[in-house]
C-alpha cells in the first residue's frame, strides 16, 4: 500500500497532526515553486495537492495561507491561489529594504560574529567553490546554498527585527526569484567572489567594508535578476500577480 503523508502519525484528528500536515504540505509547495514545477502565475489546485499527498484540504489551505503571508503566493478573485510574479517595481522594491538591512547585518556581524561563526562563514564559501567545481560549473549552486551565507549573515548580527524581515518573510520570495533567475554561469563565479570579500571583511572585523561590500552585493544581484528578467520576456506580462513586502512585515 502507497504510503501517505499521514501514515505514520498517531492521531489524525488532533490539532497538532493538522500542524504538522500543513507543514509538510508547505515543504511539498515550496520544492514545487523553487523547483520550477510551479512556475510565476501558476495556480495551486487545492483538490489535486490534497489527491497527490492523500490528504484532506484542511491542510493544504493552511498550507496556502502561510504562503500567502510570506508573499510567495497571491489570491485572485475567481481564480483562487496563484504563484506570485514580480515584476520590475516588485523587484526595485524587495532589493532596496535587502540591500538596507542586510549591509546593516553584515556591519553587525563583522562586530557580533564569533569566532566559531567566522570560520563557519569562510568554510562555508568553500564548500560551495567545491561544489561549483565538482559539477564543472560556474552557476552558483541552486537551492539553499547561496542562503547559507547570507542567513549566517543575518543570524551573525544578532539583530531579531532584521531576521524576522529577511531571514522569514521576506525569504520565499528572494528564494523564488532566485531559483528563477539566479543561476546565470555569467554571474555564479562572480557571486561566490563578492562573498568571499564579504566573509573576509566580517571576519577580520570590518564592519564599515563588510556593509559597503554588501550593499554592492545586492545591487549587483539585482541588476542581474532584472536583465535575466527582461531577457525572459517577464517583465512584459500583461496580468502579472503582484508580489510584494508581506503586510505582517508593518503591524508586529
Known amino acids: 500500500m502507497e504510503k501517505t503523508v499521514n501514515s505514520d502519525l498517531q492521531d489524525p484528528g488532533s490539532p497538532r497532526t493538522g500542524t504538522l500536515l500543513a507543514d509538510r504540505v508547505l515543504t511539498f509547495l515550496r520544492t514545487e515553486i523553487y523547483e520550477g514545477r510551479l512556475a510565476p502565475g501558476d495556480r495551486i489546485n487545492e483538490l489535486e495537492v490534497s489527491q497527490k499527498l492523500g490528504i484532506s ?22 481564480v483562487g491561489a496563484r504563484v506570485v510574479s514580480p515584476d520590475e517595481n516588485d523587484v526595485a522594491q ?5 540591500e538596507a538591512l542586510e549591509s546593516t547585518a553584515a556591519r553587525l556581524a563583522a562586530t557580533h560574529m564569533t569566532a566559531a561563526e567566522r570560520e563557519t562563514l569562510l568554510r562555508t564559501l568553500d564548500a560551495h567553490d567545491a561544489q561549483m ?26 539583530n531579531d527585527v532584521i531576521w524576522r524581515i529577511c531571514g522569514d518573510e521576506l525569504r520565499d520570495v528572494f528564494s523564488l526569484l532566485r531559483s528563477r533567475h539566479g543561476s546565470s554561469p555569467r554571474r555564479g563565479r562572480r557571486a561566490l567572489q563578492e562573498h568571499r570579500w564579504i566573509a573576509e571583511a566580517v571576519a577580520a572585523g570590518h564592519a564599515d567594508l563588510a556593509a559597503a561590500l554588501m550593499a554592492q552585493h545586492i545591487r549587483a544581484s539585482r541588476d542581474n535578476l532584472l536583465a535575466a528578467m527582461r531577457r525572459d520576456g517577464e517583465t512584459d506580462r500583461r496580468t502579472p500577480v503582484r508580489a510584494g513586502i508581506p503586510r505582517q512585515v508593518f503591524e508586529r
Do not use: C, M
Not at 493544504?60 to 485572485?76: C, D, N, P, Q
Not at 524587495?94 to 535587502?98: A, I, N
Open 133 to 158: 567545481t565538482e559539477a564543472n560549473s560556474n552557476s552558483y549552486p541552486r537551492g539553499s546554498a547561496d542562503w547559507d551565507f547570507h542567513l549566517l549573515i543575518l543570524k551573525g548580527a544578532r
Open 94 to 98: 524587495l532589493y532596496d529594504v535587502r
Open 57 to 78: 484540504r484542511g491542510p493544504v489551505r493552511e498550507a496556502i495561507r502561510l504562503l500567502s503571508s510570506s508573499g510567495l503566493v497571491a489570491y485572485e478573485a475567481n
